[in-house]
Protein backbone atom coordinates (compact mmCIF):
# COMPACT_ATOMS: atom_id res chain seq x y z
CA UNK A 1 0.00 0.00 0.00
CA UNK A 2 1.49 3.56 -0.85
CA UNK A 3 2.86 5.57 2.14
CA UNK A 4 3.48 8.90 2.66
CA UNK A 5 4.95 9.78 6.08
CA UNK A 6 5.89 13.15 7.31
CA UNK A 7 7.58 14.58 10.15
CA UNK A 8 7.55 16.26 12.79
CA UNK A 9 3.51 15.91 12.87
CA UNK A 10 3.69 18.89 14.73
CA UNK A 11 6.18 21.80 15.36
CA UNK A 12 6.27 25.13 17.53
CA UNK A 13 9.17 27.87 16.88
CA UNK A 14 9.81 31.43 17.32
CA UNK A 15 9.51 34.48 14.24
CA UNK A 16 12.94 34.49 12.66
CA UNK A 17 13.69 30.31 13.28
CA UNK A 18 14.42 28.32 10.24
CA UNK A 19 12.32 24.94 10.32
CA UNK A 20 13.31 22.02 8.16
CA UNK A 21 10.12 19.27 7.46
CA UNK A 22 10.64 15.84 6.13
CA UNK A 23 8.34 13.70 4.19
CA UNK A 24 9.29 10.31 3.28
CA UNK A 25 7.58 7.61 0.83
CA UNK A 26 6.57 4.33 -0.45
CA UNK A 27 4.53 4.07 -3.72
CA UNK A 28 4.12 1.88 -6.37
CA UNK A 29 4.27 4.47 -9.14
CA UNK A 30 5.64 7.92 -8.69
CA UNK A 31 5.58 10.74 -11.15
CA UNK A 32 5.81 13.63 -9.07
CA UNK A 33 5.69 14.98 -4.95
CA UNK A 34 4.32 18.23 -3.99
CA UNK A 35 4.03 20.43 -0.69
CA UNK A 36 0.79 22.28 -0.17
CA UNK A 37 0.38 24.76 2.86
CA UNK A 38 -3.13 24.63 4.32
CA UNK A 39 -4.25 27.15 6.29
CA UNK A 40 -7.88 27.09 6.30
CA UNK A 41 -9.46 25.23 3.83
CA UNK A 42 -8.19 25.13 0.52
CA UNK A 43 -4.81 23.38 0.68
CA UNK A 44 -2.78 25.79 -1.68
CA UNK A 45 0.47 24.92 -4.28
CA UNK A 46 3.89 25.30 -2.96
CA UNK A 47 6.41 23.19 -5.29
CA UNK A 48 6.50 20.33 -7.59
CA UNK A 49 9.40 18.03 -7.52
CA UNK A 50 9.96 15.51 -10.19
CA UNK A 51 13.61 15.28 -10.33
CA UNK A 52 16.13 14.77 -7.67
CA UNK A 53 19.04 17.75 -6.91
CA UNK A 54 17.19 19.97 -7.58
CA UNK A 55 15.94 22.60 -5.38
CA UNK A 56 13.09 25.04 -6.07
CA UNK A 57 13.17 27.73 -4.26
CA UNK A 58 9.98 30.47 -3.88
CA UNK A 59 10.90 33.65 -1.13
CA UNK A 60 12.28 31.81 2.03
CA UNK A 61 10.74 28.65 1.24
CA UNK A 62 12.83 25.84 -0.93
CA UNK A 63 12.34 22.27 -1.51
CA UNK A 64 13.98 19.44 -2.40
CA UNK A 65 14.08 15.86 -3.37
CA UNK A 66 15.83 12.61 -3.59
CA UNK A 67 14.39 9.54 -5.74
CA UNK A 68 17.15 6.84 -4.49
CA UNK A 69 16.61 7.68 -0.43
CA UNK A 70 12.57 8.22 -1.65
CA UNK A 71 12.26 11.76 0.66
CA UNK A 72 11.48 15.30 0.37
CA UNK A 73 12.63 18.50 2.72
CA UNK A 74 11.19 21.63 2.76
CA UNK A 75 12.62 24.62 4.57
CA UNK A 76 11.48 27.52 5.57
CA UNK A 77 14.11 30.37 6.64
CA UNK A 78 13.08 33.30 8.54
CA UNK A 79 10.04 32.45 9.40
CA UNK A 80 7.22 34.83 9.88
CA UNK A 81 4.23 34.34 12.07
CA UNK A 82 2.16 33.87 8.41
CA UNK A 83 3.87 30.64 8.25
CA UNK A 84 1.70 29.46 10.98
CA UNK A 85 -0.21 26.63 8.94
CA UNK A 86 -0.63 23.03 7.95
CA UNK A 87 2.02 21.84 5.59
CA UNK A 88 1.28 18.68 3.35
CA UNK A 89 3.08 16.40 1.46
CA UNK A 90 1.65 14.29 -1.57
CA UNK A 91 2.99 12.03 -3.65
CA UNK A 92 0.96 12.09 -7.41
CA UNK A 93 0.52 8.27 -8.45
CA UNK A 94 -0.05 7.97 -12.09
CA UNK A 95 -1.51 4.37 -12.09
CA UNK A 96 -3.85 3.87 -15.36
CA UNK A 97 -2.92 7.06 -16.47
CA UNK A 98 -4.73 8.64 -13.64
CA UNK A 99 -4.27 11.47 -11.61
CA UNK A 100 -4.36 10.94 -7.79
CA UNK A 101 -2.38 12.14 -5.02
CA UNK A 102 -1.19 10.33 -1.85
CA UNK A 103 -1.04 12.22 1.57
CA UNK A 104 1.39 12.05 4.17
CA UNK A 105 -0.62 13.60 7.06
CA UNK A 106 0.85 16.98 7.72
CA UNK A 107 3.09 18.84 9.80
CA UNK A 108 1.25 21.40 11.32
CA UNK A 109 3.70 24.28 12.09
CA UNK A 110 3.35 27.02 14.61
CA UNK A 111 5.50 29.99 14.52
CA UNK A 112 4.82 32.32 17.50
CA UNK A 113 5.88 36.41 17.61
CA UNK B 1 -9.09 33.38 -13.61
CA UNK B 2 -11.22 31.81 -11.32
CA UNK B 3 -10.19 29.09 -8.83
CA UNK B 4 -12.06 25.71 -8.47
CA UNK B 5 -15.69 26.18 -6.81
CA UNK B 6 -17.25 24.20 -4.45
CA UNK B 7 -20.85 24.33 -3.69
CA UNK B 8 -22.15 24.47 -0.54
CA UNK B 9 -19.71 25.50 1.75
CA UNK B 10 -21.43 23.86 5.01
CA UNK B 11 -23.96 21.19 5.00
CA UNK B 12 -25.70 19.44 8.15
CA UNK B 13 -27.39 15.87 7.43
CA UNK B 14 -28.67 13.26 9.57
CA UNK B 15 -27.89 9.79 9.66
CA UNK B 16 -28.96 8.28 6.47
CA UNK B 17 -30.12 10.95 4.50
CA UNK B 18 -27.67 11.27 0.94
CA UNK B 19 -26.26 14.56 0.04
CA UNK B 20 -24.76 15.76 -3.32
CA UNK B 21 -21.04 17.82 -2.90
CA UNK B 22 -20.26 20.21 -6.51
CA UNK B 23 -17.07 21.07 -8.02
CA UNK B 24 -16.89 23.32 -10.70
CA UNK B 25 -13.20 22.61 -11.93
CA UNK B 26 -10.60 25.97 -13.38
CA UNK B 27 -11.77 26.73 -16.95
CA UNK B 28 -9.96 24.21 -19.63
CA UNK B 29 -9.47 22.03 -16.51
CA UNK B 30 -10.36 18.69 -17.37
CA UNK B 31 -9.10 16.06 -14.68
CA UNK B 32 -11.64 16.60 -11.87
CA UNK B 33 -10.37 14.41 -8.34
CA UNK B 34 -12.46 13.95 -4.82
CA UNK B 35 -10.92 14.19 -1.54
CA UNK B 36 -11.98 13.40 2.15
CA UNK B 37 -9.78 15.12 4.80
CA UNK B 38 -10.63 14.20 8.29
CA UNK B 39 -8.46 14.82 11.65
CA UNK B 40 -7.40 11.55 11.98
CA UNK B 41 -7.14 10.29 8.48
CA UNK B 42 -5.73 13.01 6.79
CA UNK B 43 -6.40 13.31 3.26
CA UNK B 44 -7.56 10.37 1.56
CA UNK B 45 -8.73 9.95 -2.04
CA UNK B 46 -11.95 9.05 -2.96
CA UNK B 47 -12.24 9.30 -7.18
CA UNK B 48 -10.95 10.69 -10.14
CA UNK B 49 -12.77 11.78 -13.35
CA UNK B 50 -11.28 12.71 -16.70
CA UNK B 51 -13.46 13.48 -19.68
CA UNK B 52 -16.94 11.95 -17.89
CA UNK B 53 -15.26 9.06 -16.96
CA UNK B 54 -14.30 7.72 -13.80
CA UNK B 55 -10.23 7.05 -14.26
CA UNK B 56 -9.49 5.82 -10.82
CA UNK B 57 -11.56 5.03 -7.29
CA UNK B 58 -9.95 4.69 -3.46
CA UNK B 59 -10.99 2.65 -1.15
CA UNK B 60 -13.98 3.51 0.38
CA UNK B 61 -17.97 2.09 -0.02
CA UNK B 62 -19.96 2.30 -3.04
CA UNK B 63 -21.59 4.51 -1.35
CA UNK B 64 -19.53 7.24 -2.24
CA UNK B 65 -20.12 7.91 -6.17
CA UNK B 66 -19.24 10.32 -7.96
CA UNK B 67 -19.73 11.42 -11.76
CA UNK B 68 -18.65 14.65 -14.26
CA UNK B 69 -20.34 16.50 -16.59
CA UNK B 70 -19.43 17.42 -20.49
CA UNK B 71 -18.08 21.14 -19.23
CA UNK B 72 -15.81 19.57 -16.42
CA UNK B 73 -17.98 20.02 -13.94
CA UNK B 74 -18.46 17.04 -11.04
CA UNK B 75 -20.53 16.07 -8.50
CA UNK B 76 -20.30 13.42 -5.77
CA UNK B 77 -22.72 12.24 -3.92
CA UNK B 78 -22.75 10.23 -0.24
CA UNK B 79 -25.86 7.93 0.35
CA UNK B 80 -27.08 6.58 3.38
CA UNK B 81 -25.48 8.53 5.67
CA UNK B 82 -23.05 7.42 8.44
CA UNK B 83 -21.73 9.68 11.34
CA UNK B 84 -17.91 8.98 10.22
CA UNK B 85 -19.15 10.51 6.97
CA UNK B 86 -18.55 13.83 8.81
CA UNK B 87 -15.48 15.55 7.20
CA UNK B 88 -14.12 18.14 4.72
CA UNK B 89 -14.68 17.18 1.62
CA UNK B 90 -11.94 19.04 -1.01
CA UNK B 91 -12.17 18.79 -5.00
CA UNK B 92 -9.11 19.53 -6.92
CA UNK B 93 -8.97 20.40 -10.80
CA UNK B 94 -5.81 19.77 -13.33
CA UNK B 95 -4.78 20.75 -16.77
CA UNK B 96 -3.13 17.98 -17.69
CA UNK B 97 -1.21 14.95 -16.36
CA UNK B 98 -0.91 17.22 -13.20
CA UNK B 99 2.07 18.86 -14.98
CA UNK B 100 0.94 22.16 -13.59
CA UNK B 101 0.11 20.85 -10.06
CA UNK B 102 -3.13 20.80 -8.42
CA UNK B 103 -5.65 23.22 -7.70
CA UNK B 104 -7.90 22.93 -5.00
CA UNK B 105 -11.11 24.38 -3.88
CA UNK B 106 -12.17 25.35 -0.81
CA UNK B 107 -14.06 22.67 0.05
CA UNK B 108 -17.19 21.53 1.51
CA UNK B 109 -17.62 21.25 5.03
CA UNK B 110 -20.53 18.00 6.65
CA UNK B 111 -21.71 17.34 9.75
CA UNK B 112 -23.65 14.45 9.84
CA UNK B 113 -25.83 14.31 13.23
Known amino acids: EDKVVQSPLSLVVHEGDTVTLNCSYE??????LLWYKQEKKAPTFLFML????IEKKSGRLSSILDKKELFSILNITATQTGDSAIYLC?????????????FGKGTKLTVNP | KAGVTQTPRYLIKTRGQQVTLSCSPISGHRSVSWYQQTPGQGLQFLFE???????NKGNFPGRFSGRQFSNSRSEMNVSTLELGDSALYLCASSFHGGDYGYTFGSGTRLTVV
Open chain 1, 50 to 53: TSSG
Open chain 2, 49 to 55: YFSETQR
Open chain 1, 90 to 102: AVEDPWGGSEKLV
Open chain 1, 27 to 32: VTNFRS
